[in-house]
């Protein structure tokens, strides 16, 4: 044993950004087993070295939102933009910038994942699965409680929705509360609150999924990755810049189940060929997955031969992802703090468009 000196030059930090001292252990020749080279172990430290970030509020978007109210829709329009929430479910329905559609179905409430095989166990009672099923979980009704919208000034809108959820025949068991903020730019800060009712299980996640066009295949994050990653599985998945395609995130298990995670995203892309496409800034850290699948593919299937691609991208982003266990196979075994208990769940992040050109990296 003894110490090991890593010389190093100390960067000269740039507003809000992060770094990371990462190490690698490397064979130094071939072996019978692998070649020089090879990566035997590596791990992370991430450095206190930090800048606050600048005050942006010198540089708010400049113009005036006009905000139009129908009996179905809350129309908010600016330069080089156009956002339209349904009144009727408090969903954005409509999301265009300069001239393009970002979204198919604006943000909605989800608190459901695929049961893994670890979650249905030997399919007991006491399974995490069936108690999730047992509570409706994977088929909750969503009632709108109210939804309405205001100019806070020439240049900010904000959409205001209270929503409950409850299974067919049952009690409502989630109050949520969403608060949307639009720039004229197109930019939106979303703020989410819920509150789950104390008799429900463990939950499976809490956050919101969000449909976008088909084009919008490929993700760049930065957290952890590129592998899947889950609460009590991340540290295998250095936290880093990661690129993919949305088709290349679903994980074929022969028995389909909830799969593609990324734990401790601080931000994500989903461009098209183009670069155009959508930001979310995580405020600090998500959860998140995409795919061309929905939750309830992955839940019905019993084969992956039956996964068949969307013609779609269904992104969530869960400020709370439970654990997968797998201590043993015959029973719940996610440790307690990898459950997510119910109560009260807070959380936000932004939302900006991209355009051709710019590079995502450089906007955090």
């Not at 950004?17 to 019978?32: G, H, I, S, T």
């Not at 088929?139 to 100019?151: K, M, P, S």
């Not at 593609?260 to 995203?265: A, I, L, M, T």
Request: glycine residues 8%; proline residues 7%; hydrophobic residues 35%.
């Amino acid at each position: 044993m003894g110490d090991l000196q890593i010389p190093f030059t100390k960067p000269t930090p740039l507003p809000g950004a992060e770094y990371w001292l990462n190490l690698r252990f490397v064979l130094n020749r071939d072996m019978p087993w692998a070649a020089k080279g090879h990566t035997i172990g590596w791990d992370q430290f991430k450095l206190p070295i930090h800048k606050p970030r600048a005050n942006s509020s010198t540089s708010c978007p400049k113009g005036e939102l006009v905000l139009a109210a129908s009996t179905d829709a809350f129309d908010i329009s600016g330069p080089d933009m156009r956002i339209s929430f349904n009144r009727k479910n408090s969903r954005m329905q409509s999301y265009v910038v300069h001239g393009i559609e970002r979204i198919l179905k604006g943000p909605a409430d989800n608190f459901f994942r695929a049961p893994t095989d670890i979650d249905l166990c030997n399919g007991t009672a006491n399974t995490f699965a069936a108690r999730w099923l047992a509570a409706g979980l994977d088929r909750l009704q969503r009632r709108v409680l109210d939804c309405t919208a205001a100019r806070h000034d020439i240049g900010t809108v904000v959409i205001r929705s209270r929503t409950a959820f409850g299974p067919a025949n049952g009690p409502e068991v989630f109050q949520c509360e969403t608060f949307c903020s639009i720039a004229t730019d197109g930019a939106m800060s979303f703020t989410h609150h819920v509150l789950a009712d104390s008799n429900l299980p463990p939950l499976p996640r809490v956050g919101v999924e969000w449909t976008l066009p088909a084009a919008f295949n490929n993700l760049t994050w930065y957290g952890r990755g590129p592998h899947e990653n889950y609460l009590d599985r991340k540290t295998s998945a250095m936290v880093g810049l990661y690129q993919s395609r949305v088709a290349e995130q679903y994980v074929p298990y022969i028995f389909p189940q909830e799969n593609g995670g990324k734990e401790d995203v601080r931000w994500l892309a989903l461009t098209d060929s183009s670069g155009i496409g959508l930001m979310i800034q995580a405020l600090p850290l998500l959860h998140i997955d995409a795919h061309h699948n929905t939750i309830r593919d992955f839940h019905e299937a019993t084969h992956a031969h039956q996964i068949r691609a969307r013609n779609e991208v269904v992104l969530h982003l869960d400020v709370a992802h439970c654990g997968l266990g797998g201590d043993i196979g015959w029973g719940p075994s996610i440790h307690p703090e990898y459950l997510i208990k119910p109560g009260s769940h807070g959380y936000s992040y932004q939302v900006r468009p991209l355009t051709a050109g710019e590079n995502a990296t450089t906007m955090t």
